[in-house]
């Protein structure tokens, strides 16, 4: 018998997180409140080249395009995040993170990558972290 490599053991052992169009699924059991998924997104506020995202800018992109995919709300943190560059240095930045909860379906995934999208070409990011979780949820 073969021993798989980690990365594919990390592959199956998450599989279960996603359906086949990549889409995330609910709590499959929840004793109270309604299975849901719970997004949470990293958005990087310094600019490559330029000065970093304003407030302003911020709750701009706030209003005209995270609340009209996402009505029903939204929650923001402010937060600090590291990674390892390339370079082998340790890079900061100011960060926000914005949590999304909705009922799972091809329309909300489609609107969380407009996000990330939409961020990623207006402010010039590499990229948008996008950690998905299923959740039960009540109100």
Same mark, same amino acid.
């Given at each position: 018998?073969?021993?798989?490599p980690?990365a594919?053991?990390s ?21 109270v ?18 000065? !970093?995202?304003? =407030?302003?800018?911020? #709750?701009? +992109?706030?209003?005209?395009? $995270? ?46 990558? !407009?996000?990330? =999208?939409?961020?990623? #070409?207006? +402010?010039?990011?590499?990229? $948008? ?11």
């Open positions: 018998m073969k021993i798989m980690l594919m053991l592959i199956f052992a998450l599989s279960g997180c996603m359906s086949p169009a990549h889409q995330p699924v609910p709590a499959q059991s929840c004793t409140g309604h299975g849901m998924v719970q997004t949470t997104l990293y958005f990087g506020m310094n600019r490559p080249h330029g000065p !970093a995202v304003t =407030a302003a800018e911020w #709750q701009s +992109f706030i209003d005209a395009d $995270v609340t009209p995919r996402f009505k029903d709300g939204l929650t923001v943190f402010d937060a600090r995040g590291q990674w390892l560059g390339e370079d082998g240095q340790v890079a900061r930045e100011q960060s926000k993170a914005l949590m999304l909860i909705y009922t799972p379906g091809q329309q909300s995934s489609q609107d969380v990558e !407009a996000l990330r =999208a939409r961020y990623r #070409q207006r +402010f010039q990011q590499e990229s $948008v972290m996008r950690v998905d979780v299923p959740a039960c949820v009540s109100f």
